[in-house]
């Protein structure tokens, strides 16, 4: 409603019309919205036993948004260029627009593709892959990301890591997924 009257105080050759979204992004800015307009101040959690207030943001729909806008968001870039094809340009604006509130709220969300693996990492790994070329264990993708809010984790990773290839050792069955 804010950028609707925002445009009105701009000349009518320079007003940037509203882009239409995919209604699943539409639902989710929807939803977004009316969780900010109820995440000013949230009350401090019930006793044990007690039913949460209804306008309390449980960290697991935070998660399950922040999974959903980034599978949204990898699904609209094209992977070999990093950038989004100029059919889904638009739409990819209003999903990093989305991921940028969700940051300044203090969540962030880790894409693990691509880092050295350690056993270290608190990373649940669904699958070992043999991949040719690697000269250590990788994440090779991201399944799930990892979600922190306010610097604490909400949901922990789920990746796929590749591992050396070795030459005339049968390959490992893949875990289900």
Excluded: C
Excluded at 23 to 48: F, G, N
């Amino acid at each position: 409603m804010l950028a609707t009257l925002r445009q009105w105080l701009h000349p009518r050759e320079f007003r940037i019309a509203s882009a239409s979204l995919p209604e699943a992004v539409a639902r989710l800015a929807d939803r977004l919205a009316a969780l900010e307009r109820t995440h000013a101040d949230p009350p401090a959690p019930p006793s044990s036993g007690a039913a949460a207030p209804a306008n309390v943001i449980r960290p697991a729909l935070l998660a399950d948004i922040g999974t959903g806008l980034w599978r949204l968001r990898t699904r609209m870039v094209d992977a070999s260029t990093g950038e989004p094809p100029d059919h889904m340009r638009r739409a990819f604006r209003h999903a990093e627009s989305i991921l940028d509130a969700l940051a300044e709220a203090g969540i962030r969300i880790q894409d693990h593709t691509g880092i050295d693996f350690d056993p270290g990492l608190s990373l649940k790994v669904l699958a070992y892959q043999p991949v040719s070329g690697v000269s250590r264990e990788r994440v090779i993708e991201t399944i799930k990301p990892t979600i922190y809010l306010h610097g604490e984790r909400i949901q922990m990773g789920e990746v796929i890591v590749g591992t050396p290839d070795v030459p005339g050792q049968p390959a490992a069955p893949i875990a289900p997924a």
